[in-house]
């Protein structure tokens, strides 16, 4: 009777340990690619896990748009938005009552920097997105970066 308690509560333990582990399915990488002397790509690259999709920059009404905030660097100057390079799918929404945009499987958001002097530097911030599947929507996640520009 000892043995079948023990692992009934083994049991319950590993269940209830596996049910509080945050669903995380998206996988972040960063890179920077030079492009001239003073001017680089920041590739914020987005590996979605299906059945989920990561939504648009451009997002006007329901779910939280995808967001980069850098940080401040003097050295640094940010040139306009960043672009997305995905496949976009846009479909109205009738539980946010909006067309929404949103990427599958992969995206990049390319934003270009310029140096205002040749130095080695870093960018960094924050990214803020929001994912979601058929079912369900997961709250909003911040992940920090930092990209060595050389």
């Known amino acids: 009777m000892k043995k079948i308690m023990v692992i009934c509560a083994a049991f319950l333990f590993v269940f209830n340990a596996n049910a509080q582990q945050k669903l995380n399915p998206v996988k972040w990488n960063f890179e920077a690619v030079k492009k001239s002397d003073k001017q680089y790509d920041i590739i914020f690259t987005a590996n979605v896990e299906a059945p989920w999709h990561i939504y648009s920059q451009f997002v006007k009404k329901g779910p939280v748009p995808?967001?980069?905030?850098?940080?401040?660097?003097?050295?640094?100057?940010?040139?306009?938005?960043?672009?997305?390079?995905?496949?976009?799918?846009?479909?109205?929404?009738?539980?946010?009552?909006?067309?929404?945009?949103?990427?599958?499987?992969?995206?990049?958001?390319?934003?270009?920097?310029?140096?205002?002097?040749?130095?080695?530097?870093?960018?960094?911030?924050?990214?803020?997105?929001?994912?979601?599947?058929?079912?369900?929507?997961?709250?909003?996640?911040?992940?920090?970066?930092?990209?060595?520009?050389?």
């Open 66 to 150: 995808t967001s980069i905030i850098f940080k401040k660097n003097a050295l640094v100057q940010i040139k306009g938005a960043a672009r997305e390079i995905g496949k976009l799918e846009k479909h109205f929404d009738k539980n946010f009552g909006a067309e929404i945009a949103y990427f599958s499987n992969k995206v990049q958001f390319i934003q270009t920097i310029n140096l205002r002097a040749a130095s080695k530097t870093s960018v960094s911030g924050e990214i803020e997105y929001m994912v979601c599947n058929d079912e369900r929507c997961l709250p909003p996640t911040k992940i920090p970066f930092e990209v060595a520009i050389q």
